[in-house]
């Protein structure tokens, strides 16, 4: 049986006390020391939580994702005349033997030379051969591995003007 007032528990004793055999769960104290004690582990597990994700959000990784810095011709752009070659800047450095770019017609028809290749002195720089392009909208479809092992595609489109 508890002593008679729940001053004299300890803290651990008082906040398990509602669990044991014989503790009316209206004994003087206990409800409102259980109800404060479970409002004040669930703000510390909450502060602890959104602390852990706002760091995790904050932390950039060692490795990023390849994104495309800037594109010749740019994307969304029009270019008149037929340009020589495409060329893709990412933002990381490309694995050559993964990185692949293709040109596409208005009908889906592959309209490069089939000749995409990493720069050699800048890994950054993918690019790919063009014919003589007839006037009319290209799209252009991406997809590179970084040398981190990230994958990263995507495809935008410019016009040949005449």
């Given at each position: 049986?508890?002593?008679?007032?729940?001053?004299?528990?300890?803290?651990?004793?008082?906040?398990?006390?509602?669990?044991?055999?014989?503790?009316?769960?209206?004994?003087?104290?206990?409800?409102?020391?259980?109800?404060?004690?479970?409002?004040?582990?669930?703000?510390?597990?909450?502060?602890?939580?959104?602390?852990?994700?706002?760091?995790?959000?904050?932390?950039?990784?060692?490795?990023?994702?390849?994104?495309?810095?800037?594109?010749?011709?740019?994307?969304?752009?029009?270019?008149?005349?037929?340009?020589?070659?495409?060329?893709?800047w990412?933002?990381?450095?490309?694995?050559?033997?993964?990185?692949?770019?293709?040109?596409?017609?208005?009908?889906?028809?592959?309209?490069?030379?089939g000749?995409?290749?990493?720069?050699?002195?800048?890994?950054?720089?993918?690019?790919?051969?063009?014919p003589?392009?007839?006037?009319?909208?290209?799209?252009?479809?991406?997809?590179?591995?970084?040398?981190?092992?990230?994958?990263?595609e995507?495809?935008?489109?410019?016009?040949?003007?005449?």
């Amino acid at each position: 049986m508890p002593p008679a007032g729940t001053a004299e528990l300890t803290e651990y004793e008082l906040f398990h006390a509602w669990r044991a055999p014989g503790w009316p769960v209206d004994a003087p104290g206990v409800r409102r020391y259980v109800v404060a004690s479970l409002r004040i582990e669930m703000k510390r597990l909450l502060s602890s939580f959104l602390i852990a994700a706002l760091t995790a959000m904050s932390v950039s990784p060692a490795g990023a994702h390849a994104r495309l810095d800037r594109a010749a011709p740019a994307a969304g752009s029009a270019v008149h005349g037929s340009p020589p070659q495409l060329k893709l800047w990412f933002t990381e450095r490309l694995e050559p033997a993964f990185s692949k770019v293709r040109v596409l017609d208005r009908n889906g028809k592959q309209v490069d030379k089939g000749d995409p290749e990493v720069d050699r002195a800048d890994a950054k720089l993918l690019r790919v051969s063009l014919p003589k392009l007839a006037p009319g909208t290209y799209r252009v479809k991406w997809r590179v591995l970084s040398v981190d092992t990230h994958v990263s595609e995507g495809n935008f489109t410019f016009n040949v003007a005449p």
